[in-house]
């Protein structure tokens, strides 16, 4: 099975900082990568999808990029909403793995 | 436009079988490309994807779980089941169920609210 492993855990910012999240794959996934933002209680909201493609009504400070086994995902001016824990999850051949997370807590 | 609900017990006793129902709206299962996908969450822990089943009926699942799971699907109500036995204390969670298009976004992107599940004698 490909394992995900996400850095940090948890991140500490400001509004307006420049924040990076990495999630590193056991086995090249190519770009089968999405990333996701949860907030308590609720269910997880697709950002990003094929590792830098934009969902829909998604701002587009959110940014992702890499490919292979390496991909960061990057919100270039943080906002107050954006607040929350982040997910990677890679789809392989019809199996998917979700990294451990990365909560962004305001400092 | 797109939703999908979980239902079924918020309570279940060690050793029993859980089942759940996901039941959407907004596209076909029958549909190439679309897909249901099963997803947990324990309280206060990370995501993990348990099942997936998809339009042509191939059916996929975790492969730490694989012996306990069995996902079906009925594309005339628009509801995929799962079931999982043996259940025990720490499967207790949020279940999700999501929709994926394969030849779109390759990741579930619309997602139910989720149901929780506790496993408690």
């Known amino acids: 099975d490909i394992q995900m492993t996400q850095s940090p855990s948890t991140l500490s910012a400001s509004v307006g900082d420049r924040v990076t999240i990495t999630c590193r794959a056991s086995?090249?996934?190519?770009?089968?990568l999405a990333w996701y933002q949860q907030k308590p209680g609720k269910a997880p909201k697709l950002l990003i999808y094929?590792?830098?493609s934009l969902e829909s009504g998604v701002p587009s400070r959110f940014s992702g990029s890499g490919s292979g086994t390496e991909f960061t995902l990057t919100i270039s001016s943080l906002q107050p909403d954006d607040f929350a824990t982040y997910y990677c999850?890679?789809?392989?051949?019809?199996?998917?793995?979700f990294g451990g997370g990365t909560k962004v807590e305001i400092k | 436009q797109v939703t999908l609900r979980e239902s079924g017990p918020a309570l279940v006793k060690p050793t029993q079988t859980l089942t759940l129902t996901c039941t959407f709206s907004?596209?076909?299962?029958?549909?190439?490309?679309?897909?249901v996908s099963w997803i947990r969450q324990p309280p206060g822990k990370a995501l993990e994807w348990l099942a997936l089943?998809?339009?042509?009926?191939?059916?996929y699942y975790s492969t730490s779980l694989k012996t306990r799971l069995t996902i079906s699907k009925d594309t005339s109500k628009n509801q995929v089941v799962l079931t999982m036995t043996n259940m025990d204390p720490v499967d207790t969670a949020t279940y999700y169920c999501?929709?994926?298009?394969?030849?779109?976004?390759?990741?579930?992107?619309?997602w139910g609210q989720g149901t929780l599940v506790t496993v408690s004698s």
């Open positions: 907004g596209f076909s299962l029958s549909t190439s490309g679309m897909c």
């Open positions: 089943i998809d339009w042509d009926d191939d059916k």
């Open positions: 999850q890679q789809y392989n051949s019809y199996s998917l793995t």
């Open positions: 094929k590792a830098s």
């Open positions: 086995q090249s996934i190519s770009s089968w």
């Open positions: 999501a929709r994926m298009d394969a030849y779109g976004s390759g990741s579930p992107d619309y």
